[in-house]
């Protein structure tokens, strides 16, 4: 099996990717110029290769696409958000570890 990478997703593709799927979906709403965001970039990575059966890993330039970035009132980078069946359930805002977004998720599929 390949390793499972954040796949980038844009505004014309928000709502087919996550807000209409079924599950659990993890939104990164990152820039490129962004240093905290670049910083997390290898927990986010690893979080995602390691949950590759359970979850789809998301990605979002705020400066590319921001009309989602206002849609869900991001205001601060590098902000995650957890969706469950199409609907935010967590949120995490600012660079977390990877162990951290694993404890998010794990109250969400215990939940």
Not at 22 to 42: E, K, N, Q, R
Not at 83 to 98: L, R, T
Request: aromatic share 8%; glycine share 6%; hydrophobic share 40%.
């Amino acid at each position: 099996m390949a390793e499972n990478k954040p796949q980038p997703v844009g505004d014309d593709s928000f709502d087919e990717k996550v807000t209409d799927s079924s599950g659990i979906t993890v939104v990164d709403f990152w820039a490129p110029w962004c240093g905290p965001c670049l910083h997390m970039a290898p927990a986010l990575d690893s979080f995602a290769a390691a949950n590759d059966v359970k979850v789809a890993v998301y990605k979002v330039d705020v400066d590319e696409n921001p009309k989602t970035a206002q849609k869900f009132e991001i205001r601060s980078i590098p902000t995650v958000i957890f969706f469950k069946d199409g609907q935010p359930a967590d949120v995490s805002i600012g660079a977390v570890s990877e162990s951290a977004l694993q404890g998010k998720l794990d109250a969400l599929l215990e939940g």
